[in-house]
């Protein structure tokens, strides 16, 4: 099997980070690192809505907004939203929202805010873990977390967690947002060319991916946990 | 806007294995397609899929190619939810929704390859043909996406490239057709309960638990794939939601693109 530009094994995702509670001032907040590709949350709510003729008797409003850095890309990249920038919110605030006990909160606005600093591919994934930590650290009711990571092709073959010259060169590039409690996957996008019996390993490979991100999302949520007990004990 | 009792009745009659319409779960409303129907684009159509309406026009314009690629003509999308369409759009800026649709029929076009963008070159680095399409959306009954990538193929299909004189373009003077190597059809499932549904009208749309859009071309494979809406899907339901938009794509294209 031929090796990867970076090292790495077709199923081995990068280097993974995730923390929580990094924003004094936010409801909850989470940080999500996959090699040099790494996002941070922020959770405000749930809050009164603003503009109020969004807001819905029934449930909260989810609103998210995914935003790039302007010294995350190797261009600079132009502040203010992009119509690539507005597609992405729409996807993860969709995923966020499937998991997201919406109904506990009506009229109210739950705000999340994710911020991509370093881009070297899979920015949605990062931005979706980070926010998914931020939320369950802010207490909203959720079902499970979404975790996300993307698959790709590159040169004909199948790999986990495209990077650097994958992310240009490669075929196909396929992000996923899945909830493993639920077995279901709540975020899902492809451009370039497979066919089905590829897409079905892409896909296999991706979750098997996601459930170590997710491994990783619950670690950082139990340490903030931690911290909190044994100052308990010091006292 | 669609009353509880009207969605508890979709939800009811689909769970018995039935649409309110009476068609099958794998049944495209009648489609309908006009080609050039507007004079003053170089390539447009008209399409209908059932009461759904959605007017594609394509200009063809000069412009300058991007710095990474200066030897390839330029594709752009653009989608309008006109307020005359449905009751939810409002006039302003694209929101979303229309930014979402534009990109999704835009990624189906492009990773297809169905265009050679190599061949719009005019001057290596400086001049390229920009092909726009503009998605006009005139009546929203449901299942806009299907009906905006079938539209913008037929009007690709339907562009003319301008002559060129004293580098300007003469407009209704033509050098040739803009070919298309492939035909990229987009076709939308959506899910509910645990039935999977292809074109949903607005009615449909409004109980949905998922949808999702898959693009395949001509020899079956996928060329892009959009999960939309909030609810998810299982493997197992997106493997066979793939089967479905490769037999349905194959249809469509071999009845109306043959």
Not at chain 1, 123 to 140: E, F, Q, V
Not at chain 2, 44 to 63: C, P, R
Not at chain 2, 107 to 120: N, P, T, W, Y
Not at chain 2, 149 to 167: F, G, Q
Request: negative net charge; hydrophobic residues 35%.
């Amino acid at each position: 099997m031929s090796e990867r530009s970076d090292g790495r094994k077709f199923d081995e995702l990068r280097e993974i980070e995730a923390r929580a509670n990094l924003i004094k001032r936010a409801n909850g907040s989470g940080y999500f690192r996959f090699g040099s590709t790494s996002a941070i949350s922020a959770v405000y709510g749930p809050v009164e809505m603003h503009p109020r003729h969004l807001s819905d008797p029934r449930r909260a409003f989810i609103k998210f907004r995914y935003n790039m850095a302007p010294f995350s890309t190797k261009d600079r990249n132009r502040p203010g939203p992009s119509r690539r920038s507005i597609e992405i919110s729409k996807v993860i605030k969709e995923a966020l929202s499937a998991v997201i006990e919406r109904e506990e909160f009506p009229r109210a606005g739950i705000e999340i805010y994710a911020e991509v600093l370093e881009a070297d591919a899979s920015t949605r994934c990062a931005a979706l873990n980070a926010s998914s930590i931020a939320l369950a650290h802010a207490g909203i009711p959720m079902r499970d977390l979404v975790a996300s990571c993307s698959v790709g092709k590159v040169n004909g073959q199948i790999v986990l967690d495209i990077a650097g010259e994958e992310d240009t060169e490669g075929e196909v590039d396929i992000p996923i947002g899945y909830v493993p409690s639920e077995n279901k996957i709540h975020l899902l996008q492809m451009d370039g060319i497979m066919t089905k019996e590829e897409f079905k390993k892409a896909l296999e490979l991706g979750i098997k991916g996601c459930k170590i991100v997710y491994q990783k999302q619950v670690e950082a949520l139990k340490e903030i946990f931690k911290t909190f007990e044994s100052e308990e004990v010091n006292e | 806007m669609i009353t509880e009792i009207d969605k508890n009745y979709i939800r009811e009659i689909i769970a018995t294995g039935k649409r309110a319409d009476g068609r099958k779960f794998d049944q495209y409303r009648e489609i309908e397609i006009k080609k050039g129907y507007v004079k003053n684009a170089e390539g447009s159509a008209l399409v209908k899929i059932g009461e759904t309406e959605v007017l594609v026009g394509v200009k063809m314009e000069i412009g300058e190619p991007f710095p990474d690629t200066p030897d390839e003509g330029v594709l752009m999308v653009n989608a309008e939810l006109t307020p005359i369409a449905s009751p939810e759009f409002e006039s302003g800026p694209p929101n979303e929704n229309a930014i979402e649709l534009a990109r999704v029929v835009d990624r189906g076009v492009r990773e297809s390859g169905a265009i050679d963008f190599k061949k719009l070159c005019i001057a290596p680095g400086e001049k390229v043909w920009m092909i726009c399409v503009d998605i006009h959306v005139i009546n929203d009954s449901g299942n806009l996406m299907d009906a905006s990538s079938i539209a913008t193929v037929a009007a690709l299909l339907d562009t003319k490239i301008p002559k060129i004189e004293d580098e300007e373009i003469k407009r209704g003077e033509y050098s040739g057709k803009l070919e298309l190597k492939n035909i990229p059809i987009a076709c939308t499932i959506v899910k509910i309960g645990d039935r999977l549904l292809v074109d949903p009208d607005f009615e449909e749309e409004s109980v949905t638990e998922g949808k999702i859009t898959i693009v395949t071309i001509d020899d079956g494979s996928l060329c892009a794939i959009q999960k939309s809406g909030i609810g998810g899907f299982t493997p197992e339901e997106i493997y066979k939601a793939i089967d479905i938009s490769i037999e349905q794509g194959k249809k469509i294209r071999d009845k109306y693109f043959r």
